[in-house]
């Protein structure tokens, strides 16, 4: 599937109240690294509940180049049979990310403790992003890049380490990309390899490690960090892997049922992992009814069914250090800010300025377009909430699929209907959408 062949634009509009009760696709982080390390395991993988989105399919197609075995048994059901830790083969052609820079970050991770040479590449969006912060740490495992565009931008050609060396790697970036591309390379490396996070970020790769059989270490690091130390050169074994449902996925709905007057919507099996929950706690600082319900485990994560309803929303301040448990939450935040009364001042969104887009522009040209007060200082977007968004606006997505939802949310609440130029690129993380909000009442036409 390519997005970009052809734009669908798409417009929502006010209608009555949504409810109803959902499950949105499985998260897309855990559908990622499923595939990575069942591709590096020994054994049979079995994965339940995979998204089945544009990204995870090109990470799929990847490691079906690297040499794995990927099938898909039956509906979010796949099996992967590993080729070990060090053991990918030398694919004929380049490998194609689309959309997706966690597959290829981390992809690139798995690859540099391998003695083989890949051309990593990805679709207009992705070529545009950074990957000097993931290759200058894999150069010092050993990895060389052979060749990439101006500005550390894909196409790039990456030589494996024949003998990778462990590192200790204190990360530039709160990203959990960077980290996971690390320690994916220290599987390789004989000793331990560290990396060290001033601020924690999603650490599924970290427990998914652990599950396939590796061992790794996890210390408090500062006030907010961590350090995570990784013994080198295990044999991962094949492990069964259970994905729970998307909460960055989730967020699209759980704002709409909040925004849309008279609304109760259900979202069930929500993953509930701290480091991804930022956006509840603000929802809930902002006076959002979000009643948490059936809180169980599931797979290894704690995941609950979220009640959501609407209510009175007040602006508040959203401190920096919450950014990275939260970070791909603030342009539908900024939307649901629109809908409260004051001040929303999200602080610290540097990362946002690297994502699918420019999602700090991206995400206050969307709200200006529709007549909310939106401004950028530094790296803070201030939302001047009036409780109401004129809507009327047609939002460029520039090919971001949380642009996309987050607009098409705002327009289901906003006076005047709200446009996009091109919803096609949903289908990367959210395959279903429109289906999905049509079910609980939306227009989107
Ligand atoms: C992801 C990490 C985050 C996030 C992305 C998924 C992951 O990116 O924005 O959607 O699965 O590791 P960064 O590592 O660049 O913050």
């Not at 499950?23 to 595939?35: A, E, N, Y």
């Not at 994560?301 to 301040?317: H, N, S």
Request: charged share 25%.
């Amino acid at each position: 599937m390519n997005p970009a062949a052809q734009a669908i634009p798409l417009t929502s509009r006010r209608k009555g109240p949504l409810a109803g009760r959902v499950r949105v696709p499985g998260d897309k982080s855990i559908s990622q690294r499923s595939l990575i390390l069942g591709a590096l395991a020994v054994g049979e993988t079995r994965i339940a509940g995979m998204l089945e989105g544009g990204d995870v399919i090109s990470t799929a197609n990847a490691m079906k180049a690297l040499g794995a075995t990927v099938e898909r048994v039956g509906e979010g059901a796949w099996r992967v049979l590993g080729v070990g830790v060090g053991g990918f083969a030398e694919p004929a052609a380049p490998l194609d990310f689309g959309n997706s820079a966690t597959g290829c970050r981390l992809a690139m991770g798995a690859v540099a403790g391998c003695p083989i040479t890949v051309t990593f590449d990805g679709d207009a969006s992705l070529r545009t992003r950074p990957m000097r912060r993931i290759l200058d740490p894999l150069e010092k495992m050993g990895a060389r890049t052979l060749e990439i565009r101006e500005g550390g931008r894909l196409p790039a050609v990456v030589q494996g380490a024949r003998d990778p060396i462990p590192i200790e790697y204190e990360a530039p970036v709160p990203s959990a990309q960077l980290k996971s591309a690390v320690l994916l390379a220290g599987l390789a490396a004989p000793g331990t390899t560290t990396v060290i996070e001033k601020e924690a970020t999603r650490d599924h790769t970290e427990k998914m490690l652990k599950h396939f059989g590796a061992s790794v270490r996890v210390s408090p690091y500062g006030d907010h960090g961590r350090r995570i130390v990784l013994d080198g050169q295990p044999e991962l074994e094949a492990a069964p892997v259970v994905v729970p449902a998307d909460p960055s996925s989730a967020a699209f709905p759980l704002a709409a049922a909040l925004i849309v007057p008279g609304s109760e919507v259900v979202l069930e099996g929500v993953m509930m992992n701290p480091l991804r929950t930022g956006l509840l706690t603000t929802l809930k600082e902002m006076g959002a009814a979000i009643e948490l319900v059936a809180k169980r485990n599931e797979g290894g994560e704690e995941v609950a069914d979220l009640r959501v309803t609407p209510g009175a929303l007040k602006g508040v301040d959203v401190p920096a250090e919450r950014a990275p448990t939260m970070i791909d939450e603030y342009p539908i935040l900024a939307a649901i800010a629109a809908f409260a009364e004051g001040e929303t001042r999200m602080r610290g969104l540097k990362e946002l300025r690297v994502k699918e887009s420019d999602r700090l522009e991206g995400t206050a040209a969307l709200l200006r377009v529709n007549g909310v007060e939106a401004e950028i200082v530094d790296d803070d977007l201030i939302v001047r909430g009036k409780g109401r968004a004129a809507g009327g606006g047609v939002v460029t997505t520039h090919m971001d699929h949380r642009i996309a939802m987050s607009a098409l949310v705002m327009g289901l609440a906003s006076e005047q209907p709200v446009g996009v130029d091109d919803s096609a690129f949903i289908a990367t993380s959210f395959p279903g959408f429109v289906e999905l909000m049509r079910s609980l009442g939306a227009d989107l036409t």
